[in-house]
């Protein structure tokens, strides 16, 4: 699943150990989550729907096929 | 296309979870030293003793403590670690049992492999750590 979450996190100035810190988890994952290699469970794309401010389906986009 | 933001770097929740888990890593693995050092200089190893059993798995309980750590380190870091270091896990499992079988076959054949146990154990391991760092990388 594609995501704005690099394009947000650099509009705040912030790496990606700073992002991972403000919410809970590693750089690891966050570099997974940006690079598409790993989709949230629920609990982690509110977290960052909240931190961002914007609501998931803004952050997230689904594949083009899924239903 | 990477910038200043981009780095490698751990983050400070990094850094304190992975020092919380080596902290205990390392006790366990030092407690193992030591009682394998014990075992191999009082545990009369060679004797004929029935004691002799004893002492030789005196090393597991500091290895029970490992065990310990890595499953409190399974309880500290997120969704995504815990995937990876799953998959590593079933990896070293895979490997392990696919290696003993083989062994339990040559053994039915007749052929005798001596520190089979180790052989297997060696196998589990690098099965773990293969598939660990291959399944960070993807």
Known sequence: MKNSLKVLREERGWTQGALADELGVSRQTVNALETGRYDPALPLAFRISRLFAQPIESIFTPPADAH | ?138
């Not at chain 2, 076959?105 to 146990?117: K, M, S, W, Y």
């Not at chain 2, 391991?125 to 960070?136: I, P, R």
């Open chain 2, 1 to 138: 296309m990477t910038n200043d933001l981009d780095t490698k770097d751990f983050s400070a929740g990094d850094r304190a979870r992975s020092r919380a888990y080596l902290r205990e890593f390392w006790l366990g693995i030092a407690a193992y030293i030591l009682v394998l050092v014990v075992v191999l200089v009082w545990g009369n190893m060679d004797g004929d003793s029935p004691w002799r059993f004893v002492w030789a798995v005196l090393p597991v309980i500091p290895a029970l403590w490992i065990v310990r750590a890595i499953l409190r380190h399974m309880q500290r870091v997120d969704d995504y670690q815990r995937l990876i270091l799953l998959r590593g896990f079933a990896g070293g499992f895979a490997v392990a049992m696919i290696v003993s079988l083989t062994v339990a076959f040559l053994e039915i054949a007749g052929l005798r492999v001596p520190g089979v146990g180790w052989v297997i154990y060696g196998a589990g391991m690098l099965g773990w750590v293969v598939t660990g760092t291959v399944s960070a990388r993807r």
